[in-house]
């Protein structure tokens, strides 16, 4: 089996894993610390997440490079590219040092409306332990990348998973044990160092890369950053995203709306996840098909069909939560969170274009053009993060995530213009593909989803029986109607080793 897609069957299991550990978790961890320490912790997790972005796009530009020089038989050039790399990464981990202190240094200040007296200990040592985190996890994080750049995607995700397996049993004990949420950031930061030595170790002895200074290449360092900028553009749009309205209902209302916030993006993003798990394993192939010349139309098929696949598997999720999500959310952490379901539908609309035409900013990377699109993403998501700010003083999380969304829509109109008219990718003929027997077979089983939804009761048996019938049906449907011939080679060839281990 090719790398790709064992990489991409362990994005499905780390997310499948992540998705069904973190429903479980999650509400043992609201009763556990309660909403309003649970809202801190996730407030706080905020926060340091903008520190994050000093790591200014330089993971990406990790694989980007070396999957550049690996293609180009460069072995002198890599060596060069990752030792000028760590010495910026050193520069950046001080930067993180001083960013942090100087924000612990006025945190009293910022937090002094919302934040009780015992709520702004807890959050001041969290902050302190994340920003430590983070010194250490930025740089080893570029460990990744190289494993990426080779198309190794096995272990780095397979050493993940354990990770995540690892963690989610020990927050139990902890929590069980009287631990509370700076615990559980200690546990956390442990971790990460682990993981972070262990590819390490996987990157110089598996691999044998080696990382050598030939010369400080100013030059070299200048391409870096001209290509990581845009990456770095992006991460603080990803802040504004998931991050900023997190940290806007902290400052203008109080941790137990944060908390109610902070599940229904967490659910959003789980969403996500499921078409990011296809398109990030393809950047080294777009890289490729960049260096080789591919014409646009080579690259639109190519956008087409991972889009399908991405767009078959996120209408299952989306007419799945639109009809059920409610019930969902109500059983699993409470009536008082019915608000995280409206967040959550919202960001899920929001967030379905985007995510099927994944492969569209993998060939923007490739190429080098993410200047426009990390501009017009930052403008507009500022000014819906404004206009959801204004919105919170009087609907809260809701009012805030309608902000973000207003602006998040706008632009990706304007990208697909940009897509068309100067990446010369075939939109139109995208979406006519992309929707193409699959819009009808979903608004069809949107209408009998509708109708399963009418069977009465509201208990765990009830919601699990009306999702079982949901899935059934749209599966039959979509292969039935909805997917091309290939597309069910595809899904053959997925299914009937699993059916026959299963028999065996």
């Known amino acids: 089996m090719s790398q790709l897609k064992k990489g991409a069957i362990l994005n499905y299991t780390t997310i499948i894993l992540t998705n069904v550990v973190g429903l479980l978790l999650t509400p043992f961890i609201i009763r556990q610390l309660g909403d309003s320490e649970f809202g801190l912790y996730t407030m706080i997790g905020s926060f340091v997440g903008y520190i994050a972005v ?21 072995k002198k050039g890599e060596e060069n590219f990752l030792a000028n790399t760590m010495l910026i990464y050193l520069v950046i981990s001080t930067l993180v040092v001083i960013v942090g202190t100087v924000f612990y240094l006025n945190m009293d200040s910022v937090f002094q409306n919302s934040l009780t007296a015992n709520e702004l200990v807890q959050a001041k040592i969290m902050f302190a332990i994340l920003v430590f985190n983070l010194a250490i996890s930025l740089p080893a994080g570029s460990f990744t990348g190289i494993c990426f750049g080779y198309e190794q995607f096995a272990f780095p995700k397979s050493a993940k998973i354990i990770r ?68 770095f553009v992006f991460v603080i749009v990803s802040q504004f995203q998931w991050k900023v309205g997190q940290m806007v209902l902290g400052v203008v209302a109080n941790t137990t709306v944060v908390a109610v916030f902070a599940v229904g993006v967490m659910l959003g993003t789980y969403y996500g996840a499921f078409s990011t798990a296809i398109s990030e394993v393809f950047l080294p192939r777009a890289t490729q098909m960049t260096v080789a010349n591919a014409t646009p139309e080579e690259l639109t098929n190519m956008m087409i069909r991972i889009g399908r696949i991405s767009f078959i598997t996120l209408m299952l999720v989306l007419g799945g939560f639109v009809l059920y999500g409610s019930q969902f959310v109500s059983l699993w952490v409470g009536d008082n969170y019915h608000d995280a379901w409206i967040i959550a539908s919202l960001i899920m609309l929001a967030y379905t274009v985007p995510l099927v035409q994944g492969f569209a900013n993998s060939i923007l990377q490739a190429k080098n053009k993410l200047a426009f699109k990390a501009l017009s993403y930052l403008l507009f998501l500022i000014l819906g993060t404004a206009f959801g700010a204004f919105l919170a003083k009087d609907y809260g999380g809701v009012g805030m995530i309608v902000g973000t969304v207003t602006g998040w829509v706008i632009v990706q109109n304007i990208m697909n213009v940009y897509y068309y008219k100067v990446i010369k990718l075939n939109i139109i003929r995208f979406f006519r593909e992309l929707l193409n027997k699959t819009l009808f077979v979903f608004i069809l089983t949107l209408a009998i989803g509708y109708a399963i939804n009418l069977i009465p009761g509201h208990g765990w048996l009830n919601l699990i029986a009306k999702i079982v019938l949901y899935v059934g049906v749209y599966i039959v449907l979509m292969y039935k109607f909805g997917i091309v011939e290939n597309e069910k080679e595809l899904f053959r060839a997925s299914l009937f080793p699993i059916l026959k281990r299963i028999k065996a």
């Open 54 to 74: 000093l790591d200014f796009g330089l993971s990406d530009a990790v694989v980007r490079f070396v999957a550049k020089y690996r293609a180009e038989k460069d």
């Open 164 to 231: 995540y397996i690892s963690r989610s049993v020990l927050v139990v004990a902890l929590l069980l044990l009287g631990g509370k949420a700076i615990a559980m950031v200690i546990l956390d930061t442990v971790l990460n160092i682990i993981l972070d030595a262990v590819l390490i170790w996987y990157v110089f002895k598996r691999l044998g890369v080696k990382i050598k200074l030939h010369q400080y290449n100013f030059k070299l360092v200048k391409n870096i950053f001209s290509y990581s900028l845009w990456i």
